[in-house]
């Protein structure tokens, strides 16, 4: 047992001792630039030269690699993305979650266009009736002689506004009428 120990021992020392003696020295030589004739000198600037072309080729090289890898990745992923909400789109549930994420978007949106274009609809509605109403001659049923007989005898009813009241009413109904505009621009926007 002793004998296997020292044996070990002995074995141990050998691999080590020849595992340090295995590197080779670094073969670099200093030699002054005055020392080299210019061909020599524009070889090693030119040798200086192609490797750092070589290097930044290097790397530029690996960023052109992970940039198509990156954008091999994005294409994949938004295909994903895209052929699973084609799908969902074209079931019941994804066009009703279709339909909501567009209320949601624009829901308040459409409301108020709605109500802006009903009261613009309405106030609209009031002014030509007030209109009719004052500046309109209008034939009232003066004798009614049945529903099939005639001859019917109407009666006309002058305006009821005239002249410089006529002009005084006009430039009301318009001011009201920019007015409604103003309002229903309000509502819609």
Do not use: H
């Not at 005055?34 to 080729?57: G, H, R, V, W």
């Not at 198509?68 to 994804?94: M, N, P, S, Y």
């Amino acid at each position: 047992m002793k004998n296997f120990i020292i044996f070990s021992l002995l074995m141990l020392f050998s691999v080590t001792a020849f595992s340090q003696t295995s590197t080779v020295p670094d073969q670099k030589m200093v030699v002054n630039a005055s020392d080299l004739t210019p061909m020599q000198i524009q070889k090693i600037n030119a040798d200086k030269q192609i490797a750092e072309l070589q290097k930044k080729l290097d790397t530029y090289g690996n960023w052109v690699g992970v940039g198509g890898e990156i954008g091999t990745a994005v294409k994949e992923g938004l295909t994903a993305v895209v052929d699973v909400a084609d799908k969902f789109g074209k079931t019941d549930v994804g066009k009703f979650t279709l339909l909501m994420v567009a209320w949601k978007v624009m829901g308040q949106d459409v409301v108020r266009i709605v109500l802006g274009l009903l009261f613009f609809a309405v106030a609209i509605f009031i002014e030509i009736r007030v209109y009719k109403s004052l500046f309109k001659e209008k034939k009232v049923l003066k004798t009614d002689p049945g529903f099939f007989k005639y001859p019917k005898e109407y009666e006309v009813v002058p305006a009821k506004v005239e002249d410089e009241e006529a002009l005084w009413t006009t430039i009301v109904l318009c001011v009201f009428f920019l007015i409604t505009i103003w309002i229903t621009y309000a509502i819609m926007f």
